[in-house]
Every structure is written in C-alpha cells, then in structure tokens.
C-alpha cells in the first residue's frame, strides 16, 4: 500500500491521507487519522464520492483522465494544494517527463553508436539524437519554469521525430519500429496536458498577486 499526504493549511494542521494499492484497488481516504471512505477499485474511484468534513467544508475524491490517470481532490470545489491534479504539479510533472525524454534519447544515442545495436540505429538513434536529447533536457527546465515556448517545442521535436520514423517505416528501412512509433505518440499525449496547466498556474499567480 502506498500513502500520499496532502495538507488543507500551511500550518498543516489539517491533512487529507490516501492510502491505495496496485491501480488504485483498495483505496482509503482520510481526515487528521480519520478514516472518510474507501474505494474498493478504479471503476468506483472513476464515479469518485464526498465526503463532508465540517458543516462547511466537502471533500471530493475522484479517478480522472483516461492514458494517464490522476487523483483529483477538491475542497469547495477547488484543487487541495499540492494534489495530483493541482496546476502546479502538472506543470512540475511534464518538465519531468521532458528532461527524461531527453535523457532516454542521450542514453539510446551512446548505445546505438557504442554498441552498434540495430534496432536502435532503425530508430534514429545516434549521434543526432544525443544532441536532441540535450536540447529537450534543457526545454524540460524550461517547461517547470512554466514556458510555454518550451513546451510546444518539446512537442514539435517529438512530432517531427514521429513523422520522419513513420516515413523511414514505410520506406522499409525501420521494420521493427512500430514499438517506437507508439512511444512517441503517449510522450506528446503526457507532454500535452502540461498547456492547460501551465496556463492555469499563470493564472493562479496572476490572481494571487493582487
């Protein structure tokens, strides 16, 4: 069982606890140690519950998305702070996914020319790709710095990558690729969500400032 705490206040007197299991089986939602409600699977967690925690305050737990899932927690109908789906996790998140990207393109380059390993070589992996691998590193900084500049170019090296692999597929000269072309396709849905969040937090500071 894994447990993620979320704090209600910044003196962090009030916590909410999750406890959860392998794909959210056995789910348990608490309040300062008091346990609220449980969710034996993913298909009761998706309908999602609420739970009051005084007479003026409702917690609501829900399973959303569809390839990446996220635990949403709101409190009055806003994202408890810190929780899977809070803006700024998101962003934090897909600058991360950035950076590895960047870094499983550096590590296949230095094996496909190290080793000469094949299907690598058939993914356009080499030197080329190390050197991309280092721009998206740097992209994916960028990205937690809540670019959106970064972002879309993370994406349009990606898509680009995909267009030239499809074409080196259909050519006949990468006949073991396919797996590669599903790859590229999740990294632009998980880099995708970071737009909106991103946005969100901009925003979410905006306000905060004045």
Known sequence: MQTKTFYLNEEKTEMIEIEYGFSFKNTTVKYNMKELGNFKNQKELKKGGEFSLDYSRTLSV????GVFPRLELLLNGEVVPGSPTDPEVITKDTGQLGMVIGGISVVAGLIAEFFQVQ?????????????????IIGLGFGV?????????????????????????IGQGNAPSAGGGVMIKVFFIIGLSQGFAAIKKAKEKKKKAAY
């Not at 829900?62 to 998305?65: A, D, F, N, V």
């Not at 299907?119 to 721009?135: A, C, D, K, R, T």
């Not at 972002?151 to 692999?165: E, N, W």
């Open 119 to 135: 299907p690598l070589q058939e993914l356009g992996q080499g030197w080329g790709s190390m050197v991309i691998g280092l721009i």
């Open 144 to 168: 937690k710095k809540k670019s959106l500049i970064s972002l879309g170019a993370i994406i349009a090296i990606i898509v680009l990558d995909l267009v030239f692999l499809i074409y080196e």
């Open 62 to 65: 829900k399973l959303t998305g």
